[in-house]
Every structure is written in C-alpha cells, then in structure tokens.
C-alpha cells in the first residue's frame, strides 16, 4: 500500500508549509486563517542576538537588547525546550501578537511587527509566571517610633 501524501485543497503539500513554534499552536503558512483578517496567517522569524546589523557602532548594545528580547519570546512561548541557541529559525504565527504589536494596526496583515513586539496571545492551561525584573521589590518596614533622648 502506497503512503497517502497529506495535501492543501490547492493541491500544494503540507511538508512545505511553515508551522508555528508557540505550544499548542498547530497554525501552518498553507491552511491556517487569521480570524482576525480572515487571510492565511503570517509568520515572524523569532529575534536572535546574531542578527544584529553589520554596523560596530552599539553593536553589544543592539546585541543586548536582542537577546533580552528573544528571552522574552522564548518565555512566552511556553515552550521549554527553546532557548537563545536554538531559535534561529523558529517562527511565530501572528496569531499570537496583539494589533498593537504592528506598525498599522488596522492593517495587520501587510503591517511589520514593532521592533519591540512579543507574541503575547498564547493559550496555555496553567501558565507559568511571566519574566518579572530582577530585582525583588523593597521590604516593608516597620515604623520607628521617636528615638529616645539621651539624659544628661
């Protein structure tokens, strides 16, 4: 018996398409629809700290911010086996960015991703905490009573 070969209705083959790496994301460049466009969804390569420009002014600045921003996709990713090494050529459907993510957000579907976007719309049963700063926040003290004077 011959393998069935899974195809689009256009007749193009699925192990062509592009899929989305976020958890429980089954979105592919060939059959999924953005219910929000209702056009076949984009993909957006993830950040990485290599891809910074040629320039060697700020290039440890730009790198910096890269990787922090990739950190930041991997977390929401929900996705533990990804880290900064291994997402080079990973990709996030725009399913999972907020309108506000774009450079025209009534237009989402030709509009860029910001330079700052993260895909935040993932559904995910019990999430973990999101990236916090790294700094705890202060502690909470008591209040000192009037000092005493000293008697002479």
């Known amino acids: 018996m011959g393998r069935k070969k899974t195809t689009t209705p256009s007749g193009k083959p699925l192990n062509d398409a592009v899929y989305c790496n976020i958890l429980n994301c089954s979105n592919n460049s060939l059959t999924s ?22 320039t060697l002014k700020d290039a440890a600045v730009k790198k910096a ?41 009534n237009d989402i579907h030709t509009s860029r991703l910001l330079p700052k976007a993260v895909p935040t719309l993932v559904e995910c049963p019990n999430p973990p905490k999101l990236l916090t700063p790294g700094r705890p926040p202060p502690k909470l003290r008591l209040a000192l009573s009037q000092p005493k004077k000293r008697l002479e």
């Open 65 to 105: 911010e890269k990787f922090e921003l990739c950190r930041k996709w991997i977390v929401n990713s929900r996705r533990a086996d990804l880290n900064v090494n291994n997402v080079k050529n990973k990709q996030a459907c725009s399913i999972h960015f907020e309108k506000a993510a774009y450079n025209n957000p």
């Open 33 to 54: 629809i953005d219910p929000r466009t209702g056009k076949i969804v984009r993909f957006h390569s993830w950040p990485h700290p290599d891809k910074v420009g040629e």
